[in-house]
């Protein structure tokens, strides 16, 4: 059992935080003429599920650093994803029923519960079937089926190989702006217009990037001093920052993840004063309840349109939207998790 890391949880809930705040407050930053790098945050938050994507791929990869891949372990790896994402998946499609825009198609709502909606190529809007959100678990579902594949040969890599790979996901990301592809993105740079490549071989840069990162940690892993963890971590949030209050191109916004690789490389180390923040007890829950953030808050937000009248539901649906995902955190997710990976185990 490896060693928590309990700021990579607190940095879950920031992305999580970021596609909340795009959803809710890019429009309305619109209509009332905030400043411009304040719509500039709030229209690149959905940059955060790059960050999430990066974040997978660091800790699948700690998580499951030293086992073999065989078929017994592929199965119980593939078993506790689905235990772990699934009942708050459902749950989503559930409340998002009575709020449907449009009529759910039988392929739609087979692609969708099957997780596959968004293993298409990215001028296809059938990713945003159902619950809009939900592509991105489409997308995390690829990349479970092809970690067990990519991993045996990461773990191979020494340490010259494993800094190639980083630099030639970042690479990738960049040129490509693989965090900006998602449903109905027609122009992809370098490759013009209606790209027949999936997504998900697009969105792989991301988790591969993770995956790189996590062998440097574990392997090679970074000796800073808090102090100069600290101002290294604050440096990169600045970064950060600036590129969100600034970027507009698909490539300069791909700069975001790349630093925010770098970030959780540190951070995970566990040294620095942001990552004292991050691994406070507020943080660790907001974090734990993250992907019920994320995954949640489109159909709370139509439930709560229904019975707030507008403006008032933009201010009532984010406060609905994170303490329900607390409350589904701790009453389905992780009772439904702790089940389901028990029913595994006693009929084993």
Not at 154 to 160: A, E, F, K
Not at 185 to 191: A, D, E, S, T, W
Not at 219 to 227: A, F, G, I, K
Request: with cysteine.
């Amino acid at each position: 059992m490896r060693r928590p890391l309990p700021a990579l949880t607190g940095v879950r809930f920031f992305a999580a935080a970021a596609v909340l705040l795009f959803h809710y407050g890019a429009g309305f930053s619109d209509r009332i003429h905030a400043p411009s790098p304040i719509r500039h945050v709030l229209h690149n938050g959905y940059l955060g599920v790059s960050l999430f994507f990066v974040l997978s791929g660091f800790i699948i990869a700690y998580s499951h650093f030293t086992e073999s891949m065989s078929a017994p372990v592929v199965g119980r790896f593939l078993w506790a994803r689905i235990a772990r994402i699934y009942p708050v998946y459902l749950l989503a499609l559930i409340l998002a029923l009575p709020v449907l825009e449009k009529p759910l198609t039988p392929g739609d709502a087979l692609s969708v519960l099957t997780m596959t909606q968004a293993w298409t190529v990215p001028s296809s809007g059938h990713g945003f079937a159902w619950v809009m959100q939900a592509w991105t678990l489409s997308i995390e579902a690829a990349f479970y089926l092809l970690f067990p594949l990519f991993w045996p040969l990461v773990r191979r890599l020494g340490r010259n190989g494993t800094i190639a790979l980083a630099i030639a996901a970042a690479a990738l990301i960049i040129a490509f702006g693989t965090p900006s592809i998602s449903p109905g993105v027609h122009v992809v740079p370098f490759l013009g217009t209606d790209t027949q490549i999936p997504m998900p071989l697009f969105r792989m840069a991301e988790f591969a990037y993770g995956m790189a990162l996590c062998q440097m940690f574990v392997r090679w892993p970074p000796t800073l001093s808090p102090r100069t963890a600290g101002i290294a971590e604050l440096g990169l949030v600045a970064a950060m920052l600036i590129t969100l209050a600034s970027a507009e191109a698909m490539q300069t916004k791909a700069i975001f993840t790349v630093l925010a690789g770098i970030f959780i490389l540190i951070s995970a180390q566990g040294v620095g004063a942001v990552t004292c923040i991050l691994s406070t007890r507020a943080l660790l829950l907001l974090g734990g309840a993250s992907y019920a953030i994320y995954i949640l808050q489109q159909p709370l937000h139509s439930l709560c349109s229904l019975l707030v009248r507008s403006p008032f539901d933009q201010v009532i649906s984010p406060i609905v939207t994170i303490v329900g995902a607390i409350l589904a955190f701790q009453w389905i997710e992780q009772p439904a998790r702790r089940f389901l990976i028990n029913l595994v185990r006693k009929s084993g």
